[in-house]
């Protein structure tokens, strides 16, 4: 399965908790998104059964080659959790090492794990072992804690040392959060040191970035998160980007065709009333830099029904065309 995943750099959308649900990560698969990863799930959550946790790792057939990504800190129960994720047959199993946000860190988990490398690789050891080779592991993880603490070498070493199938990074510190700049250089290191797949992510906002970044580190794989919030297009475009060093640019009417088609992939997972709550924080995306994009997000903020944001939206960007 790894090898036939990165046959021709393929393309991910990254985890974004809060965004890369089920819909948007359909709508992104029907733009030319390649691989698709769940939300980070907590394997705590999941080995107490929460219905709420259990409701993260849903996916279509569609939606391969697909991955769950946990998160969690005790090697017993990231195991449990893996088994328990086997029974829905995903492509991979992916594992959260980057992420900064304090109530992730307070539990040791996420980016913590960069912090306590016998954890992590206890981890990826005890997780390997409980799927017993019927599905590949992958490791998320960043540069370091800070520029004085920059190990990913030395843990992408030990990702892979302890059973990892392919890794994933993000080269910011965990202190830098989302700020700066990503450094591509860590990208292209990490690559010549390790045998399995690097995939690089960070700061891939157009698709010549992604050529770029395949180009610059020799990854195996790209992965773009917020680079895709409100332009899912930008799969399909980096896809023609790295094949023909061209793309074709996106028109005013597919603009608005891709936001009907966003709102129909949602409706169909979830009650109208959270549709046109959540469409408010996406359609900011949608509408950022258009002519009279601030005045429509306010009239957006103001609707209550799907009917009323299409007509919203059709009478705004219907014009644009
Ligand atoms: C709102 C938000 C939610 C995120 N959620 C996750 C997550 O659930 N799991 C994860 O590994 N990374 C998560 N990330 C990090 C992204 O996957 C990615 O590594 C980061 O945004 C850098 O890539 P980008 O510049 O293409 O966005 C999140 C980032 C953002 C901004």
Redesign the pocket.
Known sequence: MTSSLFKNTPIFL???????DQAYRMLCKAHGAEVL?S??VSADGLTRDSVKTIQYIYFDPIERPYGV?L?GNDPDVMAKAAEFVLQYQPDFI?I?M??PVKKVIRRGA?SALMQTPDIASSIVKAVKKAVAGALPISV?FRSGIDNNNLNYADFGLLMQDSGADFV?L?P?TVKQM?SGK?NWEHIKHLKSLLNIPVVG?????CPEDALLMRDMCQCDGV??????LGKPWIFSQARQMMDRGEYQAITKSSLLGTIMQHIDFALKHKPEHVVVKEMRSQLCFYTKGIIGGSELRNKINHTGSVSELKELLNNYLGGLV
């Open positions: 990254a985890p974004l908790a809060g965004y890369t990863v939300e980070m990504q998160f992916d959260n980057g992420c996420g998320k994933c993000h910011r989302f990503s992510n960070g700061d891939i906002l992965m773009i998160g917020r680079g895709a």
